[in-house]
């Protein structure tokens, strides 16, 4: 076998684990937990190891005109008012935020707003 040939198999397990660790951050995260606005977990890396991570997941998400969260990371606070512990929960799947606030109730799956970036949950 050619040097080069070795090296080829090793880039395509890195390009892999890198994909699957930036996918739906639930599908590479344990012990997910909601605490006021703030998910924490443990989150698989690119070396295969876990790191305890968190995010304010309120500088992810917004609240549109007609009272739908949504994703958007560029957000101007919207949802600070009603994603909180009080208001908010995360369902068994823990995939899905649901929350009830003075204008309805609503619900996102986080997977489309965090992800798992080499051990981190980013928006």
């Known amino acids: 076998m050619r040097p080069h040939q070795k090296t080829i198999p090793s880039i395509v397990a890195l390009l892999i684990a890198t994909v699957c660790v930036t996918a739906d951050f639930q599908d590479s995260c344990y012990r997910i937990v909601l605490d006021d606005s703030e998910v924490t977990a443990s989150c698989r890396d690119t070396h295969g190891n876990y790191q305890d991570t968190s995010i304010d997941i309120t500088t992810c ?35 899905t935020l649901y929350c009830r606030c003075g204008y309805g109730e609503m619900t996102i799956n986080l997977g489309t707003c965090v992800q798992n970036i080499n051990g981190q949950l980013m928006c």
């Open 61 to 95: 998400l917004g609240v549109t005109a007609d009272h739908k969260l949504v994703c958007d990371a560029s957000n101007d606070g919207s949802a600070r008012g009603c994603v909180r512990s009080v208001n908010c929960e995360l369902l068994e799947s823990r995939k």
